[in-house]
């Protein structure tokens, strides 16, 4: 048989039990998700937090370090939620109101604009919408009710997320050095994976984190400058779709663009959109490049590949861990698989001669002839 045709077939098979693996791989995945996806949000919130912690613990004892670590991080939680409660209740009935103030401005302008519709052809459309909404009423109903089985599956992962955060920060040396003992003599290369992986993972949570915040940051003062309502609940909106690439910022620029159209009507949306242009190609140039740096060595076709495949396996959750996920699958194979050079063979010592004699004269020339236009100074004998 040629060469080339055995090769082919080889590698053919190969990838038949290679994919074997994988389905049955993603099939227990898929089994036990509601367990999986908490602890690897888990490792991201553990990437972190692990800064803090190790700080505490050169001053305190690492029970102490750990509960004040997680008594400062539901601190943080808390004033967020009570931020966006606050500015919630105070501009929600602000924004309605602007919103329907719009809403006719934009039916003014569909009639006696340059489209000349009629109004008959606009209630029309709305009368549609209505009809369709009464039609499937019995299907909202019906999400509404998976919605809060949802709601209930949810807030189970979030209590499991945080016992298993709270022991990784407590014992996570520990049960590391418990996991190692379980490949014998590659544990070494192993060790050596894990902590290439977990650089990665913090460096890319870390990285993110800044710059979910300076997103956050920079979006809510232009809302609240342009006198957007609700401008608090979007910025936070935004710094947490921020951890999702590339697709997270689009979705809540699109809720900023539609929130800010709805209350400050076209000018305030074109001035909106074109600050998020711009610090979107700030990030892409400047921050990414600096921040999270070379932790991801990632396509931008790779990561909408590997965030698809995330959000298709677990949704928005699965796409938000998807890009950690791999970049630490990547970087923890990439060890596996390099080879080490071989060390360096040792020569042993060579004997030196003896010299039962003190005379150093003697000594000299035994060992070597003294070179040219060297002067020998006369020695004296002991």
Not at 146 to 151: E, S
Not at 250 to 271: D, K, N
């Amino acid at each position: 048989m040629p060469p080339t045709l055995i090769t082919l077939a080889v590698w053919g098979a190969c990838l038949i039990v290679l994919g074997v693996v994988i389905y049955f791989f993603w099939q227990i995945i898929g089994r036990v998700g509601i367990v999986a996806l908490p602890v690897a949000v888990a490792f991201l919130l553990t990437a972190l937090l692990y800064p803090v912690t190790g700080r505490l613990r050169r001053r305190m004892r690492p029970i102490y370090a750990t509960w004040l670590t997680m008594l400062l991080f539901f601190a943080v939680i808390v004033g967020i939620g009570f931020l966006i409660g606050t500015r919630a209740n105070e501009e929600a009935p602000r924004l309605i109101d602007q919103i329907a103030k719009t809403s006719h401005d934009v039916q003014g302008w569909l009639i006696h604009g340059p489209l000349h519709l009629k109004e008959s052809q606009i209630t029309g459309v709305i009368d549609e919408l209505t009809k369709q909404l009464s039609e499937r009423r019995g299907q909202i109903t019906g999400t509404v009710i998976t919605g809060a089985t949802a709601v209930i599956e949810v807030l189970a992962g979030i209590v499991l997320m945080l016992f298993v955060t709270f022991f990784f920060l407590k014992d996570g040396d520990r049960i590391w050095n418990w996991f190692l003992r379980a490949f014998g003599g590659a544990s070494a290369k192993v060790d050596r994976a894990g902590r290439s992986a977990w650089r990665t993972l913090s460096h890319y949570v870390q990285g993110t984190v800044a710059i979910s915040a300076i997103h956050g940051i920079v979006i809510g003062a232009t809302l609240a400058v342009l006198g957007v309502p609700l401008w608090a609940p979007i910025a936070v909106l935004v710094f947490i779709s921020s951890f999702i690439p590339i697709v997270g910022i689009l979705f809540a620029g699109a809720v900023g663009t539609l929130v800010t159209f709805g209350s400050q009507g076209w000018l305030g949306a074109v001035i909106f959109i074109g600050v998020l242009i711009v610090e979107q190609q700030l990030e892409n140039h400047v921050l990414q490049p600096l921040i999270v740096g070379r932790a991801v060595e990632f396509h931008p076709l790779a990561i909408i590949l590997v965030l698809g495949v995330g959000g298709v396996i677990a949704g928005i959750a699965g796409a938000a861990v998807a890009v950690p996920v791999a970049a630490v699958i990547y970087r923890v194979l990439q060890e596996l698989l390099r080879r080490e050079p071989p060390a360096p063979a040792t020569e042993p010592p060579r004997s030196q001669p003896l010299h039962p004699s003190g005379d150093e004269s003697r000594e000299r020339s035994t060992a070597e002839p003294p070179a040219p236009g060297e002067a020998v100074s006369p020695q004296r004998n002991g």
